[in-house]
T-cell receptor, first 110, second 110 residues
Framework: EAGVTQSPTHLIKTRGQQATLRCSPI?????VYWYQQALGLGLQFLLW???????NRGNFPPRFSGRQFPNYSSELNVNALELEDSALYLC?????????FGPGTRLTVT | QKEVEQNSGPLSVPEGAIASLNCTYS??????FFWYRQYSGKSPELIMF????GDKEDGRFTAQLNKASQYVSLLIRDSQPSDSATYLC??????????FGAGTRLFVKA
């Protein structure tokens, strides 16, 4: 069974630009979660989507947004990038409570 | 604010010893608890989950849950250098939101 996939693996952007990160969940999973992990720090919850709806949101500004498509894949958009947005962005999917993580997208903002 | 707390470590144990990782949570409504292993630069990997009071064993890993004390632990028997990683504890609250601890770094000395 294929795991959670994310693309791209690495992304380099300039301050002020927009970044789009993509996630495909495990087949049969309807929930997708997004987390930010800055270097050496813990997981910070960003967004939770389930059945196409945004269910919960972490303490991040509105320039962090996303959506979930009918096939349950998801997209995270970060507008007006700032240097401190540089981090590993992790997507996880679940059917019940257990979350399974993808390999992550490392975003570097210069 | 609902929290999951872990000692950041590092916890250093010799090869072959038992490593004991601890976690406390603040939300008494939490029902599901998870342990993830994260190697440096990689995404978290689910290694154990526990829903009921008591012990749950899987190979060299044992998860222990005490809801009265709001305490979760992970024991790793016969620790190996390959177990050296950061271990994340997570709890799902009554609102179906999963909160992660900051993680405990484990170092197993050969």
């Amino acid at each position: 069974e294929a795991g959670v996939t994310q693309s791209p693996t690495h992304l380099i952007k300039t301050r002020g630009q927009q970044a789009t990160l993509r996630c495909s969940p495990i087949s049969g999973h309807t929930s997708v979660y997004w987390y930010q992990q800055a270097l050496g720090l813990g997981l910070q919850f960003l967004l939770w989507y389930d059945e196409g709806e945004e269910r919960n949101r972490g303490n991040f500004p509105p320039r962090f947004s996303g959506r979930q498509f009918p096939n349950y894949s998801s997209e995270l958009n970060v507008n007006a990038l700032e240097l401190e947005d540089s981090a590993l962005y992790l997507c996880a999917s679940s059917f019940a409570y257990e979350q399974y993580f993808g390999p992550g997208t490392r975003l570097t903002v210069t | 604010q609902k929290e999951v707390e872990q000692n950041s470590g590092p916890l250093s144990v010799p090869e072959g010893a038992i490593a004991s990782l601890n976690c406390t949570y603040s939300d008494r409504g939490s029902q599901s608890f998870f342990w993830y292993r994260q190697y440096s630069g990689k995404s978290p990997e689910l290694i154990m989950f526990i829903y009921s009071n008591g012990d749950k064993e899987d190979g060299r890993f044992t998860a222990q849950l005490n809801k009265a004390s709001q305490y979760v632990s992970l024991l790793i028997r016969d620790s190996q250098p390959s177990d050296s990683a950061t271990y994340l504890c997570a709890a799902t609250t009554g609102g179906f939101k999963t909160i992660f601890g900051a993680g405990t770094r484990l170092f197993v000395k050969a």
